[in-house]
């Protein structure tokens, strides 16, 4: 049975589910209904050291960058508009293979051309993050995003973290205004 979360709520995954080394990520929204322009939210995760930096660029998993060097993180591609039921994106996450400098793995969520679209997270329902434990296809923790983030175009959902040996997860839901760039920027990408 899953652990459904609260902003700023964590849990143990190693404790929670001993067995767990391989994850997806299942991430979902929908849109409001708008004048007709197409919403196109696009999934990443920053894999940082624990300053809080990448060691570089390859760090940040996304649509065009779709693997890890380290094998760790596979994004499974772009839904460029999050129709139907479900994880509208995922990024599975094999944890026995995360580099041991790597403490975080940060999942942000943003909206493709927000600026030039006047799209924000203001306009996105029923936002979620779940966990899925890929080997036994049961989801160990959920977190429904419930705030409304009126002008951000980037926020980080979640976070899987170490912790004195184990793996945590923590539901995050914070927003950034300067959308992806600066949620980047802010980890050490230029």
């Given amino acids: 049975m899953a652990v459904n979360l609260t902003k700023g709520g964590n849990i143990n995954l190693s404790k929670t589910d001993p067995s767990l080394k391989n ?35 390859k760090d940040f998993i996304f ?14 591609g772009d ?42 997270f203001g306009q996105v329902l029923n936002a979620f993050i779940r966990l899925v434990n890929k080997d036994t296809e049961q989801e160990v923790t959920r977190y429904d995003l419930s705030e409304e983030a009126a002008t951000e175009t980037a926020m980080i959902f979640g976070e899987i973290y170490r912790y004195d040996g184990d793996w945590k997860f923590r539901a995050v839901g914070q927003g950034f205004r300067g959308g992806l760039a600066e949620l980047v920027r802010m980890h050490g990408i230029k």
């Fill in 63 to 76: 649509y065009n960058e779709r693997k890890s060097v380290c094998g760790a993180v596979h994004h499974m």
């Fill in 23 to 57: 994850i997806i990520v299942g991430l979902g929204w929908d849109v409001r209904e708008t004048d007709g322009e197409t919403f196109d939210l696009d999934a990443s995760i920053l894999m940082v050291k624990s300053d809080g930096n990448v060691r570089s660029e």
């Fill in 79 to 120: 839904n460029r508009t999050g129709a139907g039921d479900g994880d509208d994106e995922s990024i599975h996450v094999f944890l026995d293979k995360v580099p041991t400098e790597i403490q975080k793995l940060i999942v942000c969520v943003s909206i493709h051309h927000a600026e030039e679209k006047k799209q924000n």
